[in-house]
């Protein structure tokens, strides 16, 4: 197995000459901020490069565990090794929330500006 869990979210990548290696993510900017940090034997694929239109589901209620439900799909699915990560907006004052409900704390309709 090239990646291990060792706590999350810590992984270890062993390295493997021409290792393919899927961020789940569509967001160019993040991905590309995150292959720029990767040794040069990694080859770092996106969900776009894998052609994964999926709608993966996000049902966990920590940002931990959406990111674990992501890369474990795409392993499963796609036979790729993964790794994911999810954001969320944790507020001290109001028990940590939003938390992993930060894109639809406006209500599960709304826009990304009806949560300002």
Not at 28 to 43: G, L, Q, S, T, Y
């Amino acid at each position: 197995m090239i990646l291990k869990e060792i706590g999350s979210p810590c992984i270890v990548i062993q390295n493997n000459a021409d290792m393919k290696l899927v961020f789940a993510t569509h967001n160019k900017n993040k991905f590309r901020e995150v292959k720029n940090m990767m040794p040069d034997h990694i080859n770092l694929l996106s969900l776009n490069d894998i052609d994964c239109q999926d709608d993966i589901p996000e049902t966990a209620t920590t940002i931990e565990g959406n990111a674990l439900l992501k890369s474990r799909f795409i392993k499963k699915n796609y036979k790729i090794d993964c790794f994911a990560d999810d954001t969320g907006l944790e507020v001290e004052a109001l028990n940590n929330a939003p938390g992993v409900y930060s894109a639809r704390y406006a209500g599960p309709d709304c826009k990304a500006e009806d949560n300002i």
